[in-house]
């Protein structure tokens, strides 16, 4: 069962990708450095056994990490739209995780996915849409009550027919 107290290190045990993609973002733009310089402490603390993870707030490690400025940047783009989207083993752990703290006894678990993972989201309605089809029960009840105070993003016409033509 996922505790607040670990789990940033639940993110990183489960998906060890994401220590990849942080990598490779932070080499590939200046963009992180400009706007979020702590993640040059995060790859610091993740890649160095002597540092503590559990130093990063995990609502600051969540946000940081799963999502970017750049939208294309974010591991979610990639993960749903980008280079990882073939990469169903990947997906399906990714969503299984977030079903494992939507179903987490630990109520800060369960507002950690709503608000650092989820509400990103909403920024992004092709990710939305996308990432809605891999969302277990729990994951998707959570993510509806998001509806309560953000408005639902749009597909934009051309998003919107591409996707169509996809089908």
């Not at 990849?20 to 733009?29: D, I, S």
């Not at 996915?113 to 029960?137: F, N, R």
Request: proline residues 5%; charged residues 25%; contains cysteine.
């Amino acid at each position: 069962m996922i505790i607040y107290k670990n789990a940033n290190n639940e993110l990183l045990s489960n998906i060890p990708e994401i220590i990849k993609y942080l990598e490779e973002r932070v080499v590939a733009t200046e963009e992180p450095f400009r706007y979020i310089p702590e993640l040059i402490e995060y790859l610091e603390i993740i890649n160095d056994p002597n540092k503590d993870i559990l130093t990063i707030p995990p609502h600051l490690f969540y946000g940081d990490i799963l999502s970017a400025f750049d939208k294309k940047a974010s591991f979610f783009y990639k993960l749903l739209n980008g280079e990882y989207r073939s990469n169903n083993e990947l997906i399906t752990r990714v969503f299984s995780f977030f079903e494992n703290m939507a179903n987490s006894n630990d109520f800060d678990v369960q507002c950690l996915l709503q608000t650092a993972v989820l509400e990103y989201l909403w920024s992004h309605a092709e990710i939305l849409e996308a990432a809605e089809c891999y969302m277990g029960p729990k994951t998707k009840l959570i993510n509806d009550t998001i509806s309560e105070y953000f408005t639902r993003p749009k597909l934009s016409s051309r998003n919107r027919s591409k996707r169509m033509s996809e089908k």
